[in-house]
């Protein structure tokens, strides 16, 4: 005798499946316990904030998501694209500037934060058309090679030498250590420093 064999669960096929889909999620839409439940914002979309700043001598006023950082500020938002980011993340100081008057590494900390502060980076340091004492001091010594910590250690060399650490290149080296250098420039760094401190 010949058997038809039944399906298992003769009431699911595809269109049943998406059928019963449909009222299912149309039946949690509905809700009440979901009613005035929206989707997830957007993580792209953060707060702003106006900052007024005096960067290299110039008012500047700039609208910023409270997430972005001074460097970020900087290089994006102002163009100021000398100032490098390297880590971003405080290990290597290629961003370094000074922020009322200290050196500070400018990935680590947010532009929103420094409402009404004075920042100088390494486009602001010459004098018109003569380069900062320390910019010619590392073209003297030959303190760089491929060149992109050179504007973090500029500013670091800068802050460095207004603190007065430079007694001695042990000290310079140690006040500097926070600027890595990949070519290895040091020995040259340290000469451009101490050459711009002692004024010669
Ligand atoms: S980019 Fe800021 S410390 Fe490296
Ligand atoms: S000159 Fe190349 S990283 Fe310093």
Not at 102 to 126: F, P, Q, W
């Amino acid at each position: 005798m010949r058997r038809t064999l039944a399906p298992v669960r003769p009431e699911l096929n595809r269109r049943t499946f998406v059928g019963a889909s449909f009222a299912v999620t149309g039946a949690v839409a509905a809700s009440p316990l979901l009613a005035g439940c929206s989707a997830p914002e957007d993580p792209d979309s953060g707060q702003t904030a106006r900052v007024r700043l005096q960067v290299n001598g110039q008012p500047t006023d700039v609208t910023v998501d409270t997430r972005t950082s001074l460097l970020d500020m900087l290089r994006e938002d102002l163009n100021l694209t000398g100032t490098k980011k390297g880590c971003d993340q405080g290990a290597c100081g290629a961003c370094t500037v000074l922020l009322d008057g200290k050196r500070v590494v400018s990935c680590l900390t947010l532009a929103a934060m420094h409402d009404g502060a004075e920042i100088r980076t390494i486009e602001g340091l010459a004098d018109g058309g003569r380069l900062h004492p320390l910019q010619q001091a590392f073209i003297d010594t030959d303190a760089f090679q491929c060149g992109y910590c050179t504007s973090g250690q500029i500013m670091s060399g800068v802050g460095c030498i207004a603190e007065g650490h430079v007694g001695s290149d042990a000290e310079i080296r140690e006040w500097m250590s926070g600027n890595i250098c990949r070519c290895g420039a040091y020995t040259n760094i340290v000469a451009a420093v101490s050459k711009a401190a002692r004024g010669v």
